[in-house]
């Protein structure tokens, strides 16, 4: 992380900076400002009127106080020459965002943080408050609205469940009709795990880092499951640092998310974290979740995802390659069986896009890991089992051996407390050095900066930085976002 903000930096001082090369979003976050004074509706009408469009004239008569309004903001024509809701949209149903305008006459729009099916998730000021916001603006399409009044109704009772925030999900502040568009407002966060990952260069994370991580996601699911809510798609884009520098993070996007009773989609989660029982068309539940945590925790070892297919029938070949073939009890349960199983229940073979074939039970865990801490191997290995049923759950996972082993391994007090900070630097008083198989890693206190784990050998490293970034690109059905949009198209 370190010599990735360092090469960022080189890259502003040699002038060869773009957007992208703006470091705000790793050092830190925007400052709050003074709040701005409410302007009544009366007296912001006087003022303003002649600078008013028609539909705004009718529009500002809904709001009591304004807060903020851009002046001068211009929207690109839409390149078939059509106007959609007056203007404001294009052709899909997407708001047309543009810097420094407004929404609701509180909010202003600072920059597009990411893009997806459901419209996307914009930066913005909020100036009743004076903090910084996202708002997550719901493409102007009947089916997604529907599905974001369920995300709406789900993340009111998340702050009903949870007023104290504890359980390390993403809060909303608010949530408000603008323009024809549903719009949801959460708290503002930082960089997403998968970003994280990449800014890594794919090398991975200690263990240490990886069990902090998890005891937070787990006691995410263990609130979801007590309410009994399933996510739906939990991967590293939607699990957020809550600091860029720190190993809290946030639980985010549920708009995919349904109560275990009321499920309505079959086709739910991203490939590379799809458990067996949604590609084979069996019944899920609260357990699908369960997979994809265990997916995410060896990605955030290995710094590459562990099933990495490039279609369904890859990902259940790449699943198999590593469990082996499920037993016929399962298969004969699954509604998509003859899609990759022939009558006697053998597996249909497939080959990818590069001509490789994947035998099953060709391969261990802990060779696809490289990892010798058994029980860091042991825990992925319970979240990463055939049957649902037998899947390990969020409440015995917080008393997995892994688990409990980072609550037993304390760091030796200090002699000198050493008071500065640094961004991925950590007071060298405040580390302590643990044996992680043959690796060494840092154990890291409350709250320090996160360390990544000591790079893989050159051959390995070089595999990783070329080979898992082309897999990303052309099989992971991405696309890139920040903050906390983090979807990606399913295929």
């Known amino acids: 992380m370190a010599a990735y903000v360092a ?41 303003h009127l002649n600078s008013l469009s028609d539909y705004e004239r009718k529009e500002v008569l809904d709001f009591d106080f304004i807060y903020y309004v851009a002046r001068n903001v211009k929207r690109a024509p839409q390149p078939d020459g059509k106007i959609y809701n007056h203007g404001y949209d294009d052709e899909r149903g997407d708001y047309i965002v543009v810097e420094g305008d407004h929404l609701c006459y509180r909010y202003e729009v600072i920059s597009v943080l990411g893009k997806g099916s459901f419209g996307q998730v914009v930066h913005c000021r909020d100036h009743k408050t004076g903090g ?62 998968y970003e994280l990952i990449k800014a890594n260069q794919f090398c991975g994370f200690s263990t240490a880092v990886i ?36 190993s809290g993070i946030k639980v985010i996007d549920f708009g995919s998310s349904c109560h275990e009773s009321e499920k309505v989609y079959t086709y739910i989660q991203s490939r590379f974290y799809r458990s067996p029982e949604v590609i084979l068309g069996m019944n899920y539940a609260m357990a699908i979740d369960m997979w994809s945590l265990g997916c995410i925790l060896a990605e955030l070892y290995t710094g590459y995802p562990i099933f990495p297919g490039e279609n369904e029938h890859e990902q259940l070949a790449c699943i198999m390659e590593v469990l082996g073939v499920p037993d016929s009890s399962l298969i004969n349960k699954a509604s998509r069986r003859k899609l990759f199983f022939d009558t006697a229940g053998a597996p249909r073979p497939f080959v990818n896009a590069k001509g490789k074939r994947r035998r099953p039970g060709t391969r261990s865990l802990a060779s696809v890991l490289k990892c010798n801490d058994e029980l860091f191997v042991d825990f992925i290995a319970k979240c990463l089992t055939w049957d649902p049923d037998k899947r390990l759950k969020p409440q015995p996972a917080m008393r997995h051996p892994w688990i409990l082993a980072g609550r037993r391994r304390q760091p030796p007090p200090p002699p000198e407390r050493d008071t500065r900070t640094s961004f991925l630097g950590t007071p060298s008083a405040r580390r ?20 990544a784990r000591a790079s893989q050998a050159p051959s390995s490293a070089s595999r990783v930085g070329v080979t898992t970034t082309t897999a990303r690109l052309h099989a992971r059905n991405s696309y890139v976002v920040s903050a906390s949009a983090r979807g990606r198209f399913r295929c």
């Open 432 to 451: 302590s050095t643990l044996t992680n198989g043959d690796k060494k890693t840092l154990v890291i206190s409350t709250p320090v900066p996160l360390v």
């Open 7 to 47: 090469r960022r930096k080189a890259r502003a001082a040699a002038g060869l900076s773009s957007k992208k090369d703006d470091l705000s979003d790793l050092l830190g976050f925007p400052e709050d400002v003074d709040p701005a004074e409410a302007v009544s509706q009366r007296s912001f009408i006087s003022r």
């Open 132 to 193: 910084s916001v996202a708002v997550k603006i719901i493409r102007n399409k009947k089916r997604f609205h529907a599905q974001a009044l369920v995300e709406v109704k789900i993340l009111q009772q998340i702050v009903e469940w949870d007023p104290e925030d504890k359980h390390f999900m993403v809060k909303m502040t608010d949530h408000f009709y603008f323009r024809g568009h549903l719009c949801i407002v959460t708290e503002l966060l930082s960089i997403n795990l």
């Open 211 to 246: 069990r902090r991580f998890t005891t937070q996601m787990l006691s995410s699911l263990m609130l979801m499951r007590q309410h009994r809510i399933v996510h739906c798609d939990l991967k590293p884009e939607n699990i957020l640092l809550r600091h860029p520098a720190k």
